[in-house]
């Protein structure tokens, strides 16, 4: 299908680079709620929105959701014509903004394209697009930095935001609150006194620091520890049973939520 309007936003930056984008890919590929989505829909449908000056990244996201569903369609959007590039292994790419091009994907990513609008943006932009998801679809907005060594994303549906994730290379982040320069735009500016994501951060902080015996046996382990701790306090966190790659802090929306959202 072919939108009839012109795409919406504004051009990114384009940056990008190769494996970028892995930390979120791993845990979307392992997600429940993903997984069910994508192994449930008749044709599934997934957009990266903003890929950016390559198409390397949207390449990445459709091998490894292929591991989920060998027949998922994958669609990079762009909103610079001259970054549009020729379809390629099975992927196509079109121009497009947050109309998503007259498409109806099950799940849109969208990283490191809101970080350039003010936050009183964010949620219209969140709205526009998934006023355009296929039922049950989700969002995923989120942000990374150049090497892709810390990521946090933002999952969203039609009612809202659900959950926020931050997942960081265990062995380049020092602490936990160290990921909190690379909050998704709706969350970096409250990362102050009275906040709840600045709550959060500074117990993970506590729980790592607690952790500090465990450091010999890596940090992999010393952040199981905290996490554990973390859940213990109250904090509505998920120990995982399996061992993971990264450093993975994922929360119910309603933990980290602006003061005033929940007001």
């Not at 602490?175 to 500074?202: F, M, Q, T």
Request: with cysteine; hydrophobic share 45%.
């Amino acid at each position: 299908m072919i939108s009839r309007i012109g795409p919406e936003g504004v051009v990114t930056r384009g940056t990008t680079n190769i494996n970028r984008l892995r930390r979120s890919d791993r845990r979307l590929v392992h997600d429940p709620d993903v997984r069910a989505l994508l192994r449930g829909a008749t044709h599934p449908l997934v957009v990266d929105l903003g890929y950016g000056a390559s198409p390397v990244t949207t390449l990445e996201l459709a091998a490894r959701l292929r591991t989920v569903r060998a027949d998922v369609a994958v669609v990079g959007l762009e909103i610079e014509p001259s970054r549009v590039v020729p379809d390629r292994d099975g992927v196509s790419f079109r121009r497009g903004g947050f109309e998503l091009a007259g498409l109806r994907p099950h799940l849109v990513r969208a990283f490191n394209v809101l970080r350039q609008y003010p936050e009183d943006a964010v949620p219209g932009a969140w709205a526009r697009i998934t006023s355009a998801l296929a039922d049950g679809g989700l969002l995923v907005d989120g942000t990374c930095d150049e090497l892709g060594r810390r990521a946090t994303w933002v999952t969203v549906d039609a009612s809202g935001p659900r959950s926020l994730t931050l997942a960081w290379d265990p062995f380049t982040v020092e602490r936990p609150s160290d990921i909190a320069e690379r909050l998704p735009k709706v969350l970096i500016h409250r990362n102050v006194a009275g906040e709840r994501v600045h709550e959060v951060l500074r117990a993970a902080d506590r729980a790592w620091d607690v952790a500090a015996p465990l450091a010999p046996f890596g940090p992999r382990v010393r952040w199981r520890a905290a996490l554990t701790a973390l859940a213990a306090q109250g904090l509505p966190v998920t120990v995982p049973r399996r061992r993971l790659r990264d450093n993975v802090l994922a929360l119910p929306w309603s933990a980290v939520a602006p003061a005033e959202d929940t007001q």
